[in-house]
Nanobody, 126 residues
Framework: QVQLVESGGGLVQAGGSLRLSCAAS????????MGWFRQAPGKEREFVAA???????DYADSVKGRFTISRDNAKNTVYLQMNSLKPEDTAVYSC????????????????????WGQGTQVTVSS
């Protein structure tokens, strides 16, 4: 069983930055692919970024070049650095985890993930 707790959300002006963190409990964090997803009011949940290892990451087209996902296996934590934020980035951001082979790219579909955090609100004002 893995428990995930997100932090780092808040209110920021357009063009600003935030760094989200997701702390995982349990053992064998390094065996997990980690993903970030977001859901805006009235919209479906969408993929943001995922990581299996430092050389295996994936991003939604809408955040490429602005967001960076990383992980620290020693701290059981995954991060999402968000730069050049736009009002359309406003959403609840959730992290997710799944035990995943390191030889495979991380999944980008939420249905592939087994564990989810509660989410953290990110609001970008114009």
């Amino acid at each position: 069983q893995v428990q995930l707790v997100e932090s780092g959300g808040g209110l920021v002006q357009a063009g600003g930055s935030l760094r989200l963190s997701c702390a995982a409990s349990g053992r064998a964090f390094s065996r997990y692919a980690m993903g970030w997803f977001r859901q805006a009011p009235g919209k479906e949940r969408e993929f943001v970024a995922a990581i299996r290892s430092v050389i295996s990451t994936d991003y939604a087209d809408s955040v490429k070049g602005r967001f960076t996902i990383s992980r620290d296996n020693a701290k059981n934590t995954v991060y999402l650095q968000m730069n050049s934020l736009k009002p359309e980035d406003t959403a609840v951001y959730s992290c997710a985890a799944v035990n995943w082979p390191i030889s495979h790219p991380p999944p980008t579909y939420g249905s592939r993930y087994d564990y989810w955090g509660q989410g953290t609100q990110v609001t970008v004002s114009s």
